[in-house]
């Protein structure tokens, strides 16, 4: 049904995409470190993985990103050995090669926990969702195989039918994507335990979300930290 949607207003949206790229803002990646050792404690390697939403495109600093709230609220438990490695347009497939180049260059790497931001731009490509869980399921055996991983935390896809930024019906196509997407990934989740799905975070509002409408802003970065913090930790105390 989608499918034959997309194929009536295909030209619409063509043409809405491409006015919501031309005009949106390109904000940058947050500054600052993207990795280090903090905290006291037994040690803990992380590793945060993924997209823009991972390199922090939406806040100033770190700081203010994933990996900042995610490394600054485990150094209250542990000596966190951390690592971001993301950059903006990833899709899956590219996180992957990333990955797999490092690991060719440093092939003792280990992380005992890594948290996934992936999905926003698979969904703006033309992948299909069952291609899409495919290369997730290559994701998680690369991670925990490869990495050493135990503790591996993937976020689903954000709502993209709340993006502001988005005119519809735009808008209400990317966002029946993107629960689609989910809902397979919910799928794969209940069959998979090797990694926890995590929700994105607070809730996208104009309010909450960068100046772009697109990406996150503090308030968000901050609750979806949180969530990765009380999962990680969480995971600690089972495995205890």
Not at 16 to 31: S, Y
Not at 76 to 93: E, F, I, P
Not at 141 to 165: Q, Y
Not at 212 to 240: C, E, M, R
Request: aromatic share 8%; proline share 5%; hydrophobic share 45%.
């Amino acid at each position: 049904m989608h499918y034959l949607i997309f194929i009536l207003l295909a030209p619409i949206l063509f043409l809405q995409g491409r006015t919501v790229k031309k005009n949106t803002p390109q904000l940058p990646e947050a500054a600052g470190p993207r990795q280090g050792t903090v905290g006291n404690g037994a040690t803990l390697s992380v590793l945060i993985l993924g997209d823009s939403a991972a390199a922090g495109v939406g806040v100033a600093h770190q700081q203010q990103a994933l990996a900042g709230v995610v490394v600054n609220e485990l150094a209250q438990h542990y000596q966190v050995d951390w690592r971001l490695m993301a950059k903006s347009g990833h899709n899956t497939l590219q996180a992957i090669d990333m990955l797999q180049q490092e690991l060719v260059q440093q092939q003792e790497m280990r992380f005992e926990a890594v948290v996934v931001s992936l999905g926003v731009n698979d969904v703006l490509s033309p992948l299909t969702v069952n291609k899409w869980i495919g290369q997730q399921q290559t994701l998680v055996e690369l991670v925990t195989r490869k990495l050493g991983c135990r503790r591996l935390i993937l976020t689903r896809v954000p709502p993209m039918g709340d993006f502001p930024v988005l005119p519809q019906p735009l808008r209400w196509f990317l966002g029946q994507r993107s629960q689609a997407f989910n809902r397979q990934l919910q799928r794969y989740a209940l069959q998979e335990p090797r990694f926890t799905l995590l929700e994105f975070g607070h809730q996208l509002n104009s309010d909450a979300m960068a100046t772009d409408g697109f990406h996150p802003g503090a308030l968000i970065y901050q609750d979806w930290g949180q969530s990765v913090v009380n999962a990680l930790l969480a995971d600690n105390t089972k495995s205890n």
